[in-house]
């Protein structure tokens, strides 16, 4: 398959994976929430983010292995292919164990920290077979996925991963309408995880069989694995402190509230994530190839990238109180209705966005250990100010804490990135950045002239689909005008 078939096929069912994912990701909670009520849901929603936070402990192994398989993948070295795996292979086995202690850890601490009205012996079990799903993954699965990723076959790991997900909500929402222990619903999809293992199983197998996995001595390292590691720590103690300290400071039923904003957003970004994890191995690709063909592509990917998530977040922002009176209807033991959370939320995705692709170029080029005191210091930072300002504001004070924090990394990932790597001057990146913040504050200023009428999911999708196409087509004008490699990328992508 070429390079720009594997790219469409890619991106395609990248998103299409992550869109159902959203469809059931929608729809899980709301059954929760009739069915169980905001404090199930509450403590459902921590336990998950901080899972799925704490599965970003193997990237540092993923992002250290991928970089290391670029180079061999493009010029098919399969004896050094062979031996990036095999190191692989053994990281991953080691975290795995460790991986599995800190699940046994959090077992028995949470249910104490948690305040909840939920058993102690519930909450137990339900971590420790979360915790055993993301074992298994790691012990058997990853080192599959880092090369397949590496290699561009993407779409590979996402349908597998469709298929899965497809299975493991197919039992939660059986389960779950049966009223059962929220305990056995993570048993099911425990055994669920094991039909993905089989299926990883069978495909490297046949088509990837002359992989060795003892082609590297004992010795064999990862060129600064512990860098990518401890950035992925920081990252995930960035990334769960919100919902931990509302969970620990104020109720589970109140991290309920900030789950059912924050998935909206995290769905949005997650389809435009699911085309950038689709996409982004050019970059690794390239950047072994010339620097000044990444340059072009460096820049493009920013614009294309950074309008995406203006567009999205700019609907978000105008839709999500109409999503929430409909989504929360008829659910009454806690208010879901917050005057800020909106912009919060939205600042944190196109804040977040902001630094993908400089962060991508510092991984790929092998800086990742020298940005570990920016990482730790980010991650302080959210973390002191989170429980400073969740006893002021409450919800809105842990994302102001997020808010806060997230400048810290922008502005070194895009140093590093145009200064120091590619030895130019930040003007585009500045430029590219600043002009997506500008279309943002421009949607927030004109946001309260725009009076929705919205009683149904139909009408709630009618008007979103006409404020999309509305703010995209300017959205996208704009950043053509401001990087014209974008427009020349885009002109030849509808062309084909």
């Not at 509302?246 to 085309?275: D, E, H, K, P, Q």
């Not at 490699?485 to 084909?496: A, E, G, N, P, Y």
Request: proline share 2%.
């Amino acid at each position: 398959m070429d390079k720009k078939k594997r790219l469409v096929i890619n991106a395609f069912v990248g998103f299409f994976s992550q869109l159902i994912t959203i469809v059931f990701g929608l729809c899980i909670p709301r059954i929760v929430l009739v069915n169980y009520g905001s404090d199930t849901n509450g403590l459902i929603s921590t336990i998950s983010q901080v899972f799925t936070y704490l599965a970003l402990l193997e990237a540092g192994i993923s992002s250290a292995a991928r970089n290391m398989l670029y180079k061999p993948v493009s010029t098919d070295d399969k004896e050094k292919i062979s031996y990036w795996m095999s190191v692989a292979k053994r990281y991953y086995r080691k975290i795995s164990v460790y991986y599995l202690f800190c699940v046994c850890i959090f077992a028995i601490v949470m249910p104490f920290l948690l305040k909840t009205e939920i058993s102690f012996g519930t909450v137990f079990f339900y971590i420790i077979f979360e915790g055993l799903t993301s074992v298994i993954s790691f012990y058997f699965i990853n080192t599959w996925t880092c090369f397949l990723n590496a290699k561009g076959e993407i779409y590979v790991v996402n349908i597998i991963n469709m298929i899965s997900i497809i299975l493991c909500y197919a039992v939660k929402i059986i389960l779950i309408l049966s009223g059962i222990n929220i305990a056995f619903i993570q048993i099911g999809i425990f055994f669920v995880s094991l039909i993905k293992l089989f299926i990883y199983k069978v495909y490297l197998g046949k088509k990837y069989q002359w992989i060795r996995y003892d082609a590297a001595p004992d010795t064999a390292t990862l060129p600064d694995r512990t860098a990518y590691v401890i950035s992925e720590i920081t990252w995930t103690v960035f990334s769960a402190t919100d919902m931990l300290v509302l969970s620990i400071f104020l109720s589970t039923a109140a991290s309920s509230v900030y789950s059912v904003y924050n998935m909206v957003f995290i769905a949005l970004s997650g389809l435009l994530n699911a085309v950038y994890q689709a996409t982004f191995y050019n970059l690794g690709i390239a950047y072994h190839e010339s620097i000044e063909k990444y340059k072009k592509m460096h820049d493009t990917f920013n614009s294309f990238f950074m309008a995406s998530i203006t567009v999205l977040i700019s609907v978000a922002y105008i839709m999500i109180i109409p999503f929430v009176k409909l989504y929360t209807k008829d659910i009454s033991d806690i208010n879901y209705f917050h005057r800020y959370l909106p912009i919060c939320f939205s600042l944190i995705q196109l804040l977040t966005w902001s630094r993908y692709i400089g962060g991508n170029l510092i991984g790929v080029a092998g800086r990742q250990k020298p940005a570990l005191k920016i990482n730790i210091i980010e991650a302080a930072v959210n973390l002191v100010l989170s429980v400073i300002l969740v006893n002021i504001f409450g919800i809105t004070g842990v994302i102001i804490a997020t808010i806060c924090a997230l400048p810290i990394k922008i502005i070194y990932c895009n140093y590093i990135s145009d200064i120091i790597i590619m030895k130019r001057k930040p003007f585009k990146t500045i430029s590219v950045l600043g002009i997506n913040y500008l279309i943002f504050g421009t949607v927030v200023f004109f946001k309260d002239m725009i009076d929705l009428d919205i009683n149904s999911y139909l009408v709630f999708f009618e008007y979103g689909a006409l404020i999309t196409v509305i703010i995209a087509v300017g959205v996208f004008f704009i950043n053509c005008l401001v990087n014209r490699d974008m427009f020349k990328t885009l002109r030849k992508v509808i062309k084909k």
